[in-house]
């Protein structure tokens, strides 16, 4: 079993800049890929971005890329994902997930362990 618990999520004004961050507990946290997916109101939940388990490999929706990088240190077992030039489409509650293998394409119902969310509200 893997608990994820995410934090670092606020309100801030377009163009700001988060860092959201995953906790990991339970077993060994270089075991998974962990991902970043997010859900605005009224939206289906969608994906943003995955690390392989030693941080070698990542991959980004298209539209946070190059405004968003995730990162990950196994020694703390965290997965932050930093977010610049924020704007009002990034509003959403954002999910960490945990898979086994790194796969850039996963579908959200092949990660195995989610958090609870924190949630992202960036004003115009």
């Known amino acids: 079993q893997v608990q994820l618990v995410e934090s670092g999520g606020g309100l801030v004004q377009a163009g700001e800049t988060l860092r959201l961050s995953c906790a990991a507990s339970g077993r060994s946290f270089s075991s998974f890929a962990v991902g970043w997916f997010r859900q605005a109101p009224g939206k289906e939940r969608e994906f943003v971005a995955i690390i392989s388990r030693y941080g070698h490999n990542a991959r980004y929706a298209d539209s946070v890329k190059g405004r968003f990088t995730i990162s990950r240190d196994n020694a703390n077992n965290t997965v932050d994902l930093q977010m610049v030039s924020l704007k009002p489409e990034d509003t959403a509650v954002y999910y960490c997930?945990?898979?086994?293998?790194?796969?850039?394409?996963?579908?959200?119902?092949?990660?195995?362990?989610w958090g609870q969310g924190t949630q992202v509200t960036v004003s115009s």
């Open positions: 997930a945990a898979r086994s293998s790194y796969s850039p394409h996963a579908p959200m119902g092949q990660y195995d362990y």
